[in-house]
């Protein structure tokens, strides 16, 4: 770790590239930052915060809302509605779009974000994340964000992603296109984070793949086949899969591997969500060296119709992708 550069001077010095910038872009990152802070301090201590545990209520996805899953999208909402960076937020937890309240002045910039996901992991301890993409308004400056800012508009369009994995520490992954993609550490005896994993790369191809097994006689046969045949002893591959995207998603952009969420018979459409979590996922890969697909056709070109909507994912080291991609969409 180089404990020269923490995040704030890395967003300064990217900020101070750009003379036409206006700041906003550079604040609502530290905002963002604040929030995963609180998130970690809450996350680290949530049995004894009285945090474990279910709501009692469900969420647009039918998903069981946990307390964690709550405080982390309040917080993400509190540290940005007041900054004047956000002009609407669209989060897996809400079910319509959310405006930035009065007095407050909308920003240049929509956020996007899944507050807590893998959060039915909370109550064993395993690793949780949030993950967020950005787009740049397009509705004019100063007045309220409009569903024409970020539906229908390509995940090619957006400005930055990125994801905190709240595990034995809490890592920041940002990605822009000006910078590529980068990790950072939060180091908790000074409350900042720390440039940790520069320039972050994916290799052309890995031996490690990530897919849930357990509902394989709902999967196309020809995704059983392929997996089928990575099983190969003389391939090499291994299987790795925490149930948790955001971590699963982390272990191999770190190390290298293939995760598919793949469409089955009880959901066609997939289970994740487009927006907020195939999106800046894809961006985060595509930067890194990887790539994204729905099991056809390349994420970013897709365009959101609707908040929700989900998609299968296919995504990681661009030949394994390019392999699984053939695979389901051979005769």
Same mark, same amino acid.
């Given at each position: 770790?180089?404990?020269?550069?923490?995040?704030?001077?890395?967003?300064?010095?990217?900020?101070?590239?750009?003379?036409?910038?206006t700041?906003?872009?550079?604040?609502?990152?530290k905002?963002?930052?604040?929030?995963?802070?609180?998130?970690?301090?809450?996350?680290?201590?949530?049995?004894?915060?009285?945090?474990?545990?279910?709501?009692?209520?469900?969420?647009?996805?039918?998903?069981?809302v946990?307390?964690?899953?709550?405080?982390?999208?309040?917080?993400?909402?509190?540290?940005?509605e007041?900054?004047?960076?956000?002009?609407?937020?669209?989060?897996?937890?809400?079910?319509?779009?959310?405006?930035?309240?009065?007095p407050?002045?909308?920003?240049?910039?929509?956020?996007?974000?899944?507050?807590?996901?893998?959060?039915?992991?909370?109550?064993?301890?395993?690793?949780?994340?949030?993950?967020?993409?950005?787009?740049?308004?397009?509705?004019?400056?100063?007045?309220?964000?409009?569903?024409?800012?970020?539906?229908?508009?390509?995940?090619?369009?957006?400005?930055?992603?990125?994801?905190?994995?709240?595990?034995?520490?809490?890592?920041?992954?940002?990605?822009?296109?000006?910078?590529?993609?980068?990790?950072?550490?939060?180091?908790?005896?000074?409350g900042?984070?720390?440039?940790?994993?520069p320039?972050?790369?994916?290799? &052309?191809?890995? @031996?490690?793949?990530?897919?849930? /097994? $357990?509902?394989?006689?709902?999967?196309d046969?020809? +995704? #059983? %086949?392929?997996?089928?045949?990575?099983?190969?002893?003389?391939?090499?591959?291994?299987?790795?899969?925490?149930?948790?995207?955001?971590?699963?998603?982390?272990?191999?952009?770190?190390?290298?591997?293939?995760?598919?969420?793949?469409?089955?018979?009880?959901? &066609?459409?997939? @289970?994740?969500?487009?927006l907020? /979590? $195939?999106?800046?996922?894809?961006?985060?890969?595509? +930067? #890194? %060296?990887?790539?994204?697909?729905?099991?056809?056709?390349?994420?970013?070109?897709?365009?959101?119709?609707?908040?929700?909507?989900?998609?299968?994912?296919?995504?990681?080291?661009?030949?394994?992708?390019?392999?699984?991609?053939?695979?389901?969409?051979a005769?």
């Open positions: 770790m180089d404990e020269g550069i923490t995040l704030d001077r890395f967003l300064m010095q990217t900020g101070a590239s750009h003379p036409s910038a700041g906003q872009f550079v604040t609502l990152l905002q963002v930052t604040l929030a995963a802070k609180m998130i970690s301090s809450r996350v680290n201590r949530a049995g004894l915060a009285g945090m474990i545990g279910a709501t009692g209520e469900t969420n647009i996805q039918g998903e069981f946990q307390k964690l899953d709550l405080y982390a999208n309040e917080t993400l909402k509190r540290n940005l007041h900054a004047g960076v956000v002009c609407l937020m669209v989060s897996e937890e809400e079910d319509e779009p959310v405006h930035i309240p009065e407050f002045v909308p920003g240049r910039y929509v956020f996007c974000t899944d507050p807590l996901d893998g959060s039915s992991n909370i109550d064993v301890n395993a690793t949780i994340g949030t993950i967020f993409g950005v787009f740049k308004r397009k509705s004019p400056d100063g007045t309220p964000g409009q569903l024409s800012d970020v539906l229908d508009r390509a995940g090619d369009e957006m400005v930055a992603a990125g994801y905190v994995v709240y595990g034995s520490g809490t890592l920041l992954v940002l990605a822009t296109k000006e910078s590529g993609v980068n990790g950072f550490t939060l180091d908790p005896s000074v900042e984070f720390f440039l940790s994993h320039d972050l790369r994916l290799e &052309p191809s890995a @031996k490690m793949y990530s897919i849930n /097994e $357990a509902y394989r006689a709902k999967w046969p020809r +995704l #059983a %086949g392929y997996i089928d045949s990575l099983k190969a002893p003389e391939l090499g591959f291994t299987q790795r899969y925490i149930g948790s995207l955001v971590a699963d998603f982390h272990r191999n952009l770190l190390k290298g591997g293939l995760f598919i969420y793949p469409s089955t018979a009880s959901a &066609p459409n997939g @289970k994740l969500r487009v907020y /979590e $195939a999106f800046p996922l894809a961006y985060i890969a595509e +930067l #890194a %060296g990887g790539s994204a697909t729905n099991g056809r056709d390349r994420i970013l070109s897709m365009k959101a119709t609707d908040l929700h909507q989900r998609t299968p994912l296919v995504i990681g080291n661009s030949e394994l992708v390019a392999q699984a991609t053939a695979a389901l969409v005769d």
